[in-house]
């Protein structure tokens, strides 16, 4: 951890006074939380028929609960998988057309980066859900959700390319035209296979935040994760308990993806120092990520 | 676009309510993410597993939710108030990970020598984090920081589809939904409403990160 910045190895006395407000910290924190179970306790937040349904097999209402929440798990994760391999698609023609087209072509894309990146994801949603019907296209909820979330990431994960692009080493184009290489095949050959190598932690990082705004299928009713909690809290009238589980799934996953992004960063540092003569950039770079995953699993 | 006009009120008073609640987002979550900053670089091990554990819990969480566990869950506690206040606490609490994330970068970013110093003349841990690191900190982190903040306002547009009547998403709902109106022209003064908060968001950003940048 790089807080060694901040302050030297201790000596005895800070490491006595560190104790101390150890045992201060740790004693705020359980008073905090005592606070809170009572206050759970007190409105009946404990009682066996709200959290049953949710954690304990035996329930008669548990498999039914636990099917409508695979269900939408399912759905999210479609939306999600949908989306993500749209936005990749029409952000990387995007990205690709920003970085070779005329300059007018260029600030029509421009325009339309800027523009999709100043509104809210909820409302690039809204739109496509009640605007497309205006002009006849009828689409199942999921379609909505699946066209709003690409509208919106796909000007990040342009953004995200043409970041990778452009953090190519010059010589990399140069040799590629110098060997006859028409600008598609250097692009198609040579950059973008590179660029996505380079982005990839960054891809995976964007999925995280995919899959967390497919939660906001609830306002154009589509069935997932957060609004079939939603569901359920309606029967069970148990809201704290339904959407800490809710929480807990999304956490576990986004956490999982997180973790993922870090190691494929991790490697792909690696195979660079293999590469690059740049060992002690490379070296640096790899154990800022690994002081980053130390202090994530504290 | 005679919507607009006609519902010209409607836009501006969803306009000002939007505003409103980001200002008190980005004040309360700007303060709590720079304490939970603090939190993280402190030799306090407990203080660092708070930290930690918050990020990690509020970057992992869709903001619905957490705005569903406030609505819902807080009053289930005996904890009543308004929608409009609970939304803003799960701005807060959703934002403030992400404040502290880019916090903590740019108090990595001060070079060691600057604690150092601060130590060699005798100040304390909290003495040096505030008045020696911080403050340059915060001039490094103004570009990520202020992209943490154009997307707390544009997170603010979920309360309205929660409950919070009166701000701007509320307002497209209300319009294109029981009233009726023709959904293209209704969305895209919503769409403009938003583009005049965050495009000049964006330049002041800018124009700041060009005054305060320390030459690093």
């Known amino acids: 951890m790089s807080a060694s910045v901040l302050y030297d190895a201790p000596g005895p006395r800070a490491k006595r006074r560190v104790l101390l407000f150890s045992i201060l910290a740790v004693a705020g924190l359980l008073a905090g939380l005592y606070v809170v179970y009572r206050q759970l306790d007190k409105q009946n937040q404990f009682d066996a028929d709200k959290w049953t349904p949710l954690f304990d097999p035996s329930d008669a209402q548990f498999n039914l609960v636990w099917n409508r929440i695979s269900e939408g798990l399912a759905n999210t994760l479609m939306a999600a998988v949908l989306a993500v391999v749209f936005s990749l698609i029409i952000g990387t023609l995007l990205a690709v057309t920003r970085v070779t087209s005329a300059p007018w072509y260029r600030w029509i894309v421009v325009g339309f980066i800027e523009l999709l990146r100043g509104i809210p994801v909820v409302i690039a949603i809204f739109f496509v859900a009640r605007v497309l019907p205006e002009f006849g296209v009828s689409l199942e909820p999921m379609w909505y959700l699946v066209i709003g979330l690409t509208l919106y990431n796909s000007v990040v994960i342009a953004e995200i390319v043409r970041a990778g692009i452009n953090s190519l080493p010059k010589g990399q184009r140069e040799a590629a035209e110098s060997l006859g290489l028409t600008r598609g095949q250097v692009l198609r050959l040579v950059l973008l296979p590179q660029a996505f190598r380079a982005m990839l932690p960054a891809l995976i990082s964007q999925l995280v935040v995919i899959l967390k705004d497919t939660s906001l299928g609830f306002i154009i009713s589509y069935e997932e994760t957060v609004r079939v909690g939603g569901q359920i809290v309606q029967v069970l009238s148990n809201p704290i308990q339904t959407y800490l589980l809710i929480a807990v799934i999304f956490i576990i996953v986004n956490y999982a993806l997180s973790r993922f992004a870090i190691y494929v960063e991790r490697r792909l540092s690696q195979g660079k120092k293999a590469v690059k003569t740049d060992e002690g950039a490379a070296v640096v770079h790899a154990d800022d990520l690994a002081g980053a995953g130390a202090t994530n699993v504290g | ?216």
């Open chain 2, 1 to 216: 676009m005679n919507v607009i006009f006609e519902n010209f009120a409607l836009y501006r008073d969803g306009f000002f309510k939007t505003l409103y609640i980001c200002g008190y987002a980005m004040v309360g979550s700007l303060i709590l993410g720079t304490i939970l900053a603090g939190f993280r670089v402190s030799p306090v091990p407990p203080l660092r597993w708070i930290g930690t554990s918050w990020v990690n819990v509020f970057r992992n969480c869709p903001l619905t939710v957490v705005l569903f566990f406030c609505a819902f869950g807080l009053p289930e506690v005996g904890i009543n108030g308004a929608y409009f206040w609970f939304s803003i606490v799960a701005l807060v609490l959703y934002t403030s990970a992400f404040v502290c994330e880019a916090v903590r970068s740019g108090i990595n970013s001060v070079p060691a020598g600057q604690a150092e110093a601060a130590r060699a003349v005798g100040l304390t841990f909290g003495q040096s984090l505030t008045s020696i690191i911080l403050p340059q900190a915060i001039r490094t982190v103004v570009p990520p920081l202020g992209s943490v903040i154009i997307a707390m306002i544009k997170n603010s547009a979920i309360v309205g589809a929660f409950g919070v009547g009166g701000e701007l998403f509320a307002v497209s709902d209300t319009l294109t939904g029981s009233r009726g109106e023709a959904a293209l022209p209704v969305l895209t003064g919503i769409v403009i409403a938003y583009l005049l908060i965050t495009l000049p968001a964006g330049a002041f950003l800018g124009w700041l990160e060009r005054k305060v940048a320390i030459a690093r």
